[in-house]
């Protein structure tokens, strides 16, 4: 079936520090493919999304690059916040109509 | 800008005990989603409905039971309760049931606590 692998957390990084979340998935169709992002006490919120081989998802300075060779879509930053400490889930969806499948989340911390 | 409402926050019950959760999509929004998430795990999906009826079904237990109703709040309906299912329970709801072209939006989701 369809699945979504992150690398496991929690990561720890300073403020400014470069950030890669690895996500990797395994699909039986094409598919979409997503980063969702929960702060604490809140739900789920898209941070980013790409459709297409070579797509490059982009939002708030996190950029995911859909690569179909490598079926990956990692998750980078060039400097982070405090700010975005949080839990980023990577995520697919088979041609648009089937719901989401998550990745298991990795819990990022930023300190100052 | 309104977004997904869950009801309760958070919930305690007992073994064998029945749980109603409540979700109210975005205004306009026709498809609602469930999803289950257990402690320290990805977020699984239940149920889902479009235009209020079934359009989705995943790994929801039989005990489970729900629907969507004519103003588009949906209700999951769980029976003989287990102690595995304590987990924080996310709703979700978007305008048509294409997941990449009209996004997802998640309410802050139901802690049930089952003892």
């Known amino acids: 079936g369809d699945s979504v692998t992150q690398m496991e957390g929690p990561v720890t990084l300073s403020e400014e520090a470069c950030l890669t979340i690895?996500?990797?998935?395994?699909?039986?169709?094409?598919?979409?493919l997503f980063w969702y992002v929960q702060y604490p006490g809140e739900g789920l919120q898209l941070l980013l999304k790409a459709t297409k081989a070579d797509d490059k998802g982009s939002n708030k300075g996190f950029e995911a690059t859909y690569r179909k060779e490598t079926t990956s879509f990692h998750l980078e930053k060039g400097s982070v916040q405090v700010s975005d400490s949080a839990v980023y889930f990577c995520?697919?969806?088979?041609?648009?109509?089937?719901?989401?499948?998550f990745g298991k989340g990795t819990r990022l911390s930023v300190i100052a | 800008a309104a977004g997904v409402i869950q009801s309760p926050r958070h919930l305690i019950k007992e073994k064998r005990e029945t749980a109603t959760l409540k979700c109210y999509p975005i205004p306009r929004h026709d498809t609602v989603y469930w999803y289950q998430q257990g402690p320290g795990q990805d977020p699984q999906f239940l149920i889902s409905?479009?235009?209020?009826?079934?359009?989705d079904k995943g790994s929801i237990p039989d005990r489970f039971s729900a629907q969507q109703f004519s103003d588009y709040h949906s209700e999951l309906n769980m029976s003989s309760l287990e102690l595995g299912d304590s987990a924080l329970y996310f709703c979700?709801?978007?305008?048509?049931?294409?997941?990449?072209?009209?996004?997802?939006?998640f309410g802050n989701g139901t802690r049930l606590t089952v003892t």
């Open positions: 995520a697919l969806t088979i041609s648009g109509n089937t719901p989401l499948v």
């Open positions: 979700a709801s978007s305008l048509g049931r294409s997941s990449y072209n009209s996004p997802l939006h």
């Open positions: 409905f479009y235009e209020k009826m079934q359009s």
């Open positions: 690895n996500c990797t998935y395994t699909a039986t169709g094409y598919p979409s």
